[in-house]
């Protein structure tokens, strides 16, 4: 069956954004004083507006595509989602309160680069599903292993929150910080768990 092959660039530039926006939340994590990062990942997420805009067009002007309309769309949102989920996290690492808990909080940009990194990695390879089944596979356990490890990394922090009579200020900012790292990682996983989805349906 014919396929229309012009959506997989897209696909690979997005997962491009992704990894882009990883390294820079890592940088707003560890330095968030510094501005440029933070703009960077402003400009990353708009690029990353465009191409879901461009991939919602075409598929209204694609006769044949290569997975089904449905899977293409939800593939693309959850790409986009994990991008703003950055933002989210970037803008609550800045807050001033958090100068009191900070010392505490789990360096998590680096766990949050590897799960971009494997989902970078997985993209390129759906243009050939049938042959790169295994291996998709084994990245997308691989993600879903990483983001059970941070919820764990999320809660041993969090006790150690509670537990260390923090300022109740500083202690709801870290808390809110901790959740929303969480959520990229639960985002990316949501992207792994598509293209997992896609392994399943159409190998």
Request: hydrophobic fraction near 45%; charged fraction near 30%; proline fraction near 5%.
């Amino acid at each position: 069956m014919p396929r229309e092959e012009k959506f997989f660039p897209l696909f690979d530039s997005h997962s491009d954004l992704i990894q882009r926006g990883a390294t820079q939340l890592q940088e707003i994590l560890h330095d968030p004083g510094a501005s440029a990062p933070f703009d960077q990942l402003d400009r990353t997420i708009e690029e990353g507006d465009k191409i879901s805009r461009q991939v919602l067009e075409r598929l209204r002007a694609s006769f044949v595509v290569p997975f089904d309309r449905a899977d293409i769309k939800e593939m693309t949102v959850a790409m986009q989602a994990s991008l703003k989920a950055m933002m989210s996290a970037a803008t609550a690492r800045r807050s001033p309160r958090l100068d009191g808990v900070a010392a505490v909080l789990p360096p998590f940009g680096a766990r949050i680069v590897a799960l971009a990194s494997d989902i970078r990695t997985a993209i390129p390879l759906l243009e050939g599903l049938d042959r790169n089944t295994e291996q998709l596979h084994q990245i997308c356990q691989r993600i879903g292993d990483g983001h059970a490890d941070l919820v764990e990394q999320r809660d041993a922090a969090m006790m150690q929150l509670f537990d260390g009579g923090s300022d109740p200020v500083a202690m709801l900012a870290g808390v809110r910080l901790l959740e929303r790292v969480t959520l990229v990682a639960e985002r990316l996983d949501a992207v792994a768990d598509r293209i997992d989805d896609l392994v399943l349906d159409y190998v």
